[in-house]
């Protein structure tokens, strides 16, 4: 067995991880751009795709556990981070990727993504942004722009979107990256990073919707993204980070706005997986030594 | 015959100091052997409101918090004017003269006032009043004063030999006060010579999820459950337990979900609004196949009800949690030690069987406390984890296409861990084909998907078969059969034995498993017995309506409390006998007293 395992991890391909299916995503979809880098990044991280667990939510981007060669989790709408974060401290052997959009993870999600931010657990996330809600044909997501018609918003939406990359950062994410699904080699770079990273690493990707947003199109964010090392910018720089992630409009900058490396994970805090490996894997039963203590605390 | 049945009520305001004096005694109590009841009616305050301790002890088993109390300390004004006018002849109360006047007394009410200024002048704080009351006590029960002496050193130990020595000598001023004012009752304590444990039904239901192997611990702070989740991140670094408080019960359920499905055996505890929270990732568990273990600690509803008050409101709830069929086991424990041992049974069951599992408390079982044989708590359970590929993190050799749904007669499918070398699959809410694979979105197959969903159900059959069929207590043939679940046991079976007193034979068909549920068996038993009447803690009955949609049988009667308060056994007596004589068919009884 164990020299099977070996073989297999040196021989782990792009193909490899292939799922089941095909995508049935719209043709032109960013999405595929995102798999194929997810893939490539997994593949020059070196990780063992049964080691790997993918856990999405819902939504169009939430299909893509399915269509890839490793253990993957398709949960409900907005819970695929508080899963992840069962998973991750029930076995931190595993790498846990969450995928999903930006719907599920900043809509619904909110609250578990924030939280999970704060605890800096390890995981590595990867938003597929693309402003609108697709699966449920076209309404307004937390991410569309002020003004953007849609069909919930016929008469243009007079609401602020959030900006994810400031509040990760604020919330405590100890690695926040944006990608574009126009960028494939600068993707993989971020989601490769992001998987090597040991702690909570938000990929917020704009990966567009060629069917329901024609405002924030692939060419529109051709036009407008820059790369931040191009900018000089360094991702150890708070304030730097801040004020590039506030940026919108004629530049708007991707790439690794902020890292630190000095956060341990939650994993690494927790007393309880000290030793002995992951829970999932512990033997089950009190020692009786132990149980007599707990009655003599009743006595 | 009972030697001593003893029942002491300590009341006052939030923050008085009424828990201590209680435990003193309760430890007392079981250190002897003695059996030990204790309810606390308590409201959602801090500071203030009226707080009221009743603890019964006797040398035979206690089975409810009784009709009468013997014993009465008012710890403020609020308390002696609420409780002076039920004490009964025989009884005493306890009090401090400098603050506390009494009001009308019924005749053979022994009233034994003490003055802390008298007796402790040099002594400040509110709480110098609950130690000389609980010194007098003990002395009027004839407990020697050395007893109390030993406990009060472990008491205040932390406090230093100073606040040691302090409190012993107010509770001697107390104790040679009561010998000199006061008159003992005519009872000694007996020792049985056999110490017992004293718990809450939260803490049995924390054990009973250690003692099953429970690895991963998550909830919300929601009275009345939060005693689970203080009882496991006290013993969390002790016991290897993973407990996590998390941002809410949405998050609680998904985690919980999360670390069972790498392996974990998972569980959370939270009451009715919290429950409300999680019943779509319910849903969720048994569309992934995924076993989880869910306590609802019932409080009375609806929304934020009333929180610290007992109901079994929920049922309803608990049956229809989520969208569309899925399977599911739900246990409602009797008691204390049902707590216990029941959560290692439904582990056992939601493992083999791959699907959530809700185990039904209230407030009543989960914050009550009751002694115990300490024999009766059995770390060493059975463990079944049911056909799971790569617990120790590996598995067999891959023997072609592995599908985690394959449908099999059982509707049990093979399991594999996140992990395991070649069995790699997605688990998915959306409904889906053998091997995982969506069949939700595109080319929705209706044959795959009724085949897929028959699966899932199917596993309930064989779950049935597994659980025990409930059992008639008491004489068949009785006048009358009282139907509860859950909680209700004590007080029916106490009530039971007051009816014997009066010549009314009755007898307890107390059901456990709610589901599945052994309906054939149910109405068999219901079908031979004379009068059936429901007693049960909500307004409409949900049980007895719940019993009809299985059976379609119809009870004689009803007894029903929603007041927030529990049965009291006399509240069931006076029940019976009003239905008996055809007064009526529903008796809804409420509370003599305003805790």
Redesign the interface.
Known sequence: ?AT??QT?RVKVTVKDLK???DP?WCPGCGDFGVLAALKQAIVEAGL????V?T?SG?GCSS?L??YL????????HG?AL??????????H??KIVVTGGDGDGYGIGG??F??AMRRNVDLTYIVMNNQIYGLTTGQLSPTSIKGMNTKSTPFGSVENPINPIPLAIAAGASYVARGFTGQQRQLVELIKGGLQHRGFALIDTFSPCVTYNHDNTHEFFKQRTRKLEEMGHDPTDLHGALEKGWLWGEVIPIGLFWRRQDLPALDQL????GE?G?????P???A?D??Q???KE?? | MRRVDLTIGIGGAAGQGIATPGDILARIF??RGLHVNAYNAYQSIIRGGHIFLTLRTSDQPVLSQGDKIDVLVPLNQDTMDRHLRLMRPGSAVLFNSDTIKPGVVADGVQLCPFSVKALAPAIRGDLVQNTIALAAILRMIKVEFKILEEILAIQFRRRGAAAVAENTGVARAGYDCAATHFTEFSFSLPDMGK?????EGN?ALA?GG????V??Y?AYPMSPASGVLHWMSR??????????Q???E??VI?????????????MCATSGGGFALMT??LG?AAM?EIPVVCINVQRAGPATGVPTKTEQGDLWQVLGAGQGDYPRIIVAPTNIVDCFKLVPTLFNLVDKFQCPGIILSDLLLSEGRSSID?AE?D??VP?DRGDVIG????GP?VNGHFKRYLVTESGISPRA??????????????EHDE????IS??FTDPHKRQAIHEKRMRKMDGVLPLLPSPELHGAAGAQVTLLGWGSTEGVIREAIQQLAEANVAANNLQIRWLVPLHAEAILSILSKCRKVIVVENNYSGQFARYLRSETGFAADGHIRKYDGEPFMPHHLVDGVNAILAGSTKLYVPVHEIQV
Do not use: W
């Open positions: 067995m099977m395992v297999e799922g089941k299916v049935d063992e795709p049964h080691k667990l856990i819902i299909n556990p399915g060669n490793t253990y993957g989790m398709h949960t409900l819970r508080a899963v992840a974060t069962g998973a991750q401290l029930a076995n052997d595993l609250n578990h924030v939280h927790e007393p309880v997986l002995g992951p829970l999932a894997h512990r089950l039963g009190v009786s132990i149980a203590a707990l009655i009743l006595m | 079981v250190r110490r017992l444990a004293f718990f803490q054990m250690a003692a099953a192997g690895r991963f998550c013993h969390a670094r002790q016991l290897g337990i993973m407990v996590r998390v941002e809410d949405i998050g998904n985690m919980a979900i999360g670390a069972a499905h790498t392996g974990c055996r998972a779509e990732a969720a992934m300490p708590l770390f060493k463990i617990l120790n993190g590996d050799p861990l996140p992990g395991t070398p070649g069995f790699s699959h997605v688990v998915a809410t959306d091997d995982g694979v969506l979105d595109e």
